[in-house]
């Protein structure tokens, strides 16, 4: 079992690692106005996630922030980025300055989630996550030991698994417990309740049940931070308490760009061109400099 988680974490990672790593190297400076993330939207994205977007009618790309943490001074902002019908990838935004300068703390997931988030020292923190497709599956977590500087992928289950993590709580920085929803159809029952004493690296099944067990894992939300959709300016507000008050420090669009193919540059048929080019003669023209009309061509004497 051990073996298989091994393996499927390092399959996540891979997974991971193939996801859009160009966008994670970007940094984005906020000045006052909301920030657009990078949508990256290829042909195969399209084509493999079954999206009906075309040049004529591009499909929107929408950004979601579920959750805000900040650790030892550093700001972490996990969602996702989706369409009207398809998640397209998780997104976690870091901040170490206050939320002057972000840039993308791990590659994006395609087709995941990022929702809730938990640090239970300046060191060790959590996201969780599940793909998302014709029903949520194979849940995770990003785990970090530095405060969030890095991040590394561990899948809760050895294998795939339809599954959705409702909620988790970690105690201390190796001990903590995940209750995830298996769905209507799962055998045995629909919610598992797992705990880990690896700080999130490998879980075993406490138990299962058709109801969801009575644990309670709420967590006191932050008092000086929090993120929230405005409508006013159509983004997500990274807010600090001071005082009475709660000020922005930085803000992302909702839209965040469109997805459409790539136009095609329709080129002419070779063999239509070669057809289309002037017969090679060895004629030569003679205008008659006057204004008279000009002599017929005289064919070039070849020689004997």
């Avoid at 417990?177 to 769905?183: C, G, I, N, S, T």
């Avoid at 045995?188 to 797992?194: F, H, P, Q, T, V």
Wanted: hydrophobic share 40%; with cysteine; aromatic share 8%.
């Amino acid at each position: 079992m051990f073996m298989m988680r091994q393996v499927a974490a390092f399959l996540l990672l891979a997974f991971a690692a193939s996801a859009q790593t160009d966008n994670s190297a970007k940094s984005l400076v906020y000045e006052g106005k909301p920030l657009r993330v990078p949508v990256a939207c290829t042909e195969e994205d399209i084509q493999s996630l079954g999206m009906s977007c075309s040049a004529d009618a591009p499909c929107a790309v929408y950004l979601e922030l579920s959750a805000l943490e900040v650790a030892a001074g550093r700001m972490v902002a996990a969602g996702n980025l989706h369409t009207d019908s398809t998640t397209l990838s998780s997104i976690l935004l870091v901040s170490e300055d206050g939320g002057k300068t972000w840039v993308e703390g791990h590659p994006r997931i395609r087709q995941a989630t990022l929702d809730q988030v938990q640090f239970a020292d300046l060191a060790n923190g959590w996201i969780s996550g599940q793909t998302v497709g014709a029903l949520p599956r194979d849940p995770f977590f990003l785990v970090t030991g530095d405060g969030g500087k890095s991040w590394r992928a561990r899948p809760v289950f050895g294998d795939p698994h339809v599954g959705s993590i409702e909620k988790f709580h970690f105690t201390s920085a190796t001990e903590g417990r995940v209750l995830v929803d298996r769905a209507q159809s799962a055998e045995g029952g629909r919610y598992a309740l797992l705990e880990s004493k690896t700080g999130g690296d490998s879980w075993g099944i406490l138990q299962i049940t058709a109801q969801a067990p009575n644990v309670k894992f709420e967590r006191a939300p932050s008092a000086a931070w929090r993120v929230q959709a405005n409508g006013a300016t159509k983004s997500y507000q990274v807010e600090k308490r001071e005082g009475s008050k709660w000020v922005t420090v930085a803000a992302f669009q909702v839209q965040a760009g469109v997805c459409a193919p790539a136009e095609l540059e329709l080129k002419e048929p070779a063999e239509a061109a070669e057809a289309a080019k002037p017969e090679a003669t060895d004629a030569v023209e003679v205008f008659q400099i006057g204004g008279g009309k000009p002599k017929k061509p005289e064919q070039k004497k070849k020689k004997q």
